[in-house]
């Protein structure tokens, strides 16, 4: 065997193991998204060095079809071996793995073949590929302009105008709507049947030493009190057991109408019972009820710190 193919299938085999052995990170939204994003990458690099082991007596179509059909085994395969080992497969990261493959082999074909084809099939293999590429990256694409929003916009820790904040908005028995106010807009929360229905606020900006006050301006629609239960967790919190007494909680009694709840940071701090929260690596605010609330509307018209 050549030198220079054993090397090609030596460093597919490098990035494939590096997939499988790379514990995906738990803490931080961009570095999770950034490694799914790996997946198009690298098994995009792997169909390279597939396609260009394989003979060149063959077809640039034929070594294409094999190279492409030994990418999907090799990503059924990758997905497969995770679940022994108590990670997660995913069709999404499979999915990724054979567009990647495919995306690269098809610019490869074009690179490698171009004389054999018209204008016409370049171009349309070339939009094809970069339309992948493109649905592939643009999850990391989105989460890194969310990110630099979230910096922009401090001290609001999450701006409703902007659909981009809904990568820092999760939901748990609960539909949400963005409802326009006379300045602004808000987030409109409605609490279905189910275990601690509410909103989740994660991956906020997470350092807030330098402010006093957590400030979140609510509404609450009906005719009898709602309590509207308040979490602020960090980092720590959230990569351990997640117990009650390891965080804060405040649940607030709210008639109906516009509130201005004022959380006093220093009260954040001490809530944890056996630690201080890491009040520069806060993760998170969740916003919810009982499952009795089913059916109650509240709106989120602010989320800000205040020195």
Not at 59 to 86: N, W
Not at 218 to 233: I, S, Y
Not at 251 to 256: A, C, I, K, N, V
Request: proline share 5%; hydrophobic share 50%; with cysteine.
């Amino acid at each position: 065997m050549p030198k220079s193919r054993l090397a090609l299938i030596l460093i597919a085999a490098a990035l494939l193991l590096t997939i499988q052995l790379y514990a995906p990170p738990t803490n931080g939204l961009w570095m999770q998204v950034a490694f799914d994003t790996g997946h198009v990458l690298a098994f995009g690099v792997i169909a390279l060095c597939i396609f260009a082991s394989l003979s060149k007596q063959l077809s640039p179509l034929s070594r294409a079809g094999k190279a492409l059909l030994i990418c999907m085994v090799l990503g059924a395969l990758s997905e497969a071996a995770q679940i022994p080992i108590a990670r997660d497969a995913s069709w999404h990261d499979l999915m990724s793995d054979w567009f990647g493959a495919a995306a690269f082999i098809g610019i490869a074909v074009v690179v490698s073949a171009s004389p054999a084809f018209t204008r016409t099939q370049i171009t349309a293999i070339l939009v094809l590929a970069l339309g992948v590429l493109s649905w592939a990256l643009w999850p990391l694409a989105r989460t890194s302009l969310a990110y630099l929003e979230r910096y922009r916009q401090l001290p609001q820790l999450v701006h409703f105008d902007s659909t981009l904040s809904d990568v820092f908005i999760r939901r748990q028995f609960a539909s949400i709507s963005r409802v326009p106010l006379q300045e602004g807009t808000a987030i409109q929360v409605q609490l279905l049947d189910g275990a601690w229905p509410g909103i989740t606020f994660h991956n906020l900006w997470p350092d807030w030493r330098d402010y006093s006050t957590l400030v979140l301006q609510v509404a609450v629609d009906g005719t009898t009190p709602f309590d509207l239960n308040v979490r602020v967790h960090d980092q720590s919190h959230q990569a351990g057991e997640q117990n009650y007494s390891d965080r804060f909680n405040r649940q607030f009694r709210l008639t109906p109408g516009t509130h201005v709840l004022r959380i006093n940071l220093d009260d954040v701090k001490t809530a944890p019972r056996d630690r201080e929260m890491a009040l520069a690596q806060v993760e998170g605010i969740i916003l919810f009820g009982r499952q009795q609330d089913a059916g109650r509307v509240f709106r989120v018209q602010d989320l800000r710190l205040e020195p």
